[in-house]
């Protein structure tokens, strides 16, 4: 594992380009801000999408490094969220960090860094419940989701009166009782703060303030979760309002696959109140859909640049690491699915960058995979501390410096019991049944064609190695 460049200061020469690039890597013990945003499909500008405005979150690109093949370990919220918060393979179900919380063994991502002598906050949605508690409100300080792990865990709840009711929660206080009589999508013509993420933004905003009168001796880990633009799609209308005579790309593969997979019938959507229409088959209602989940996105991007500005207002960036994360993707029609909890591409790949200062080549691209396990020992690493021996990714930092530097195959589980290796040309899905899927991206079938049938030896090769890999899971 390479060390930190700071620690080629003992060199008797002292070469300045290493001093500039030492700065983001612990010579000053650099702050941590890490942004997770939920259901965030990469489908920005930086990423690709053209029609998408994502102004903020393409700023921070080009500052940094966006991982462009940056895949998760389970496309759910709870179980993604776990390998995120403790660099370990885990559960598969959204109730995984509640099962750790009864036997800690080893320091979460934030109670590591805490360790090391870091403040640790968090904001909104950063473990599965936001502001991190169980009990029937998600509000119950007995119940931690993180214990040990944070100085301060907040969830503002404002009018939606509490972490539940703010997680599902339209404009102006209105709480999710019975999916189906809460509107599927809404744009609702106020501020922010109409929303609950605009109050976890306000909060985080204070929390910069707070957190940053100490910097200079007491360096912070800040965690921010934004809720949108997870279900149901609500939204400030100014950032509805741009999409909603956008023509839009055509949806790729749109219907549902043949064959045994990890298709299923978009429960979390289609509970909520569709007016008795059907994306599936009901074409200007799907559009419709896509334009308000792009709305939720670009509200989510200004609520970004928020925090990217205030990071500025208080001079703090030069001696901060910035993670935006994705915390799995969404499918808005593909493979006929209107969610994630799929092994699809779709569901599976999300949004990461990484930025620091002196960062070589800021804003090229890297097309090598990567998982969300890997984000915990490349953030040890950049900030100067050591890689616990515990975690089971392995550090970024050779992309970071290099963006054409190889990565490594993902690998990915569900609840079902079903597990997927991802490589640069090919997916497999093992079923527990024995049954494989095998899909070749090189081809324009993509994830439509299961060629396990016809190459069995692929097969053998990939299970081989998604075996090994996964052996190492709890």
């Known amino acids: 594992m390479p060390p930190p460049l700071c620690q080629f200061l003992r060199l008797p020469v002292f070469i300045t380009t290493l001093l500039v690039a030492c700065h983001g890597y612990g010579l000053n013990k650099p702050n941590v801000l ?40 389970a496309p759910t919220c709870g179980a993604s969220r776990y390998t995120l918060l403790t660099g370990k393979y885990g559960p598969s179900h959204n109730g995984a960090l509640f099962i750790r919380s009864q036997k800690v063994e080893h320091p979460s991502f934030p109670a590591w860094f805490r360790k090391n ?17 169980g009990g029937p409100n998600w509000n119950d300080d007995d119940k931690p989701e ?20 703010a997680m599902h929660g339209l404009a102006n206080g209105k709480i999710r009782q019975n999916a189906k009589h809460m509107d599927v999508y809404q744009a609702f013509d106020g501020p922010d703060t109409a929303y609950p993420d605009g109050l976890i933004t306000d909060e985080a905003l204070r929390q ?13 880990f ?58 599936n088959t009901d074409a200007a209602f799907a559009l419709e859909v896509r334009r308000h989940y792009a709305g939720c996105v670009t509200y989510a991007d200004a609520l970004v640049g928020r925090i990217l500005d205030k990071l500025d207002q208080l001079k703090l960036r030069d001696n901060t690491i910035v993670i935006l994360w994705g915390d799995h993707g969404w499918h ?6 209107w969610g994630k909890h799929a092994l699809f591409e779709e569901s599976l790949r999300s949004p990461l960058v990484i930025s620091y200062p002196g960062i070589p080549q800021p804003g090229n691209p890297t097309y090598s995979i990567v998982e969300t396990l890997d984000i915990f020992p490349t953030v040890c690493e950049l900030a100067g501390l050591k890689v616990p021996t515990y975690v089971d990714g392995q550090s970024l930092l050779p992309i970071l410096r290099k963006p054409e530097t190889k990565g490594h195959p993902a ?40 060629l396990a049938g016809s190459q069995s030896k692929l097969v053998s090769e990939l299970n081989k190695t998604l075996s090994a890999r996964i052996n190492t899971r709890n």
């Open 117 to 133: 002598g870091y403040t640790s906050v968090s904001v909104g949605k950063v473990s599965h419940h936001p502001g991190g508690r």
């Open 208 to 220: 910069l303030d707070e957190l940053g009168k100490q910097a200079d001796k007491k360096p912070f």
């Open 34 to 73: 890490l942004i997770c945003v939920d259901d965030l499909r990469p489908e920005l500008k930086c990423f690709g999408a053209s029609y998408v405005k994502s102004p903020n979150i393409d700023r921070l690109a080009k500052e940094g490094r966006p991982f462009h093949r940056h895949y998760v370990q």
């Open 146 to 165: 993180m214990p040990e792990s944070w100085d301060r865990h907040l969830l503002p709840a404002g009018p939606w009166q509490h972490p539940r009711g």
């Open 222 to 279: 800040l965690a921010v979760g934004i809720i949108r633009p997870h279900l149901p799609f609500g939204a400030p209308l100014q950032y509805v309002k741009p999409y909603l005579k956008a023509k839009l790309p055509p949806t790729p593969h749109p219907l549902k696959p043949a064959g045994k997979t990890t298709w299923h019938r978009s429960g979390e959507f289609m509970k909520y109140n569709l007016w008795n229409r059907n994306p």
């Open 332 to 337: 808005l029609g593909e493979h006929a699915i």
């Open 411 to 450: 690998i990915s589980y569900s609840k079902k019991g079903t597990l997927t290796i991802r490589t640069k040309n090919h997916r497999l899905i093992t079923h527990e049944d024995g049954t494989f899927e095998l899909y070749d991206h090189r081809s324009p079938d993509a994830e439509t064609k299961n």
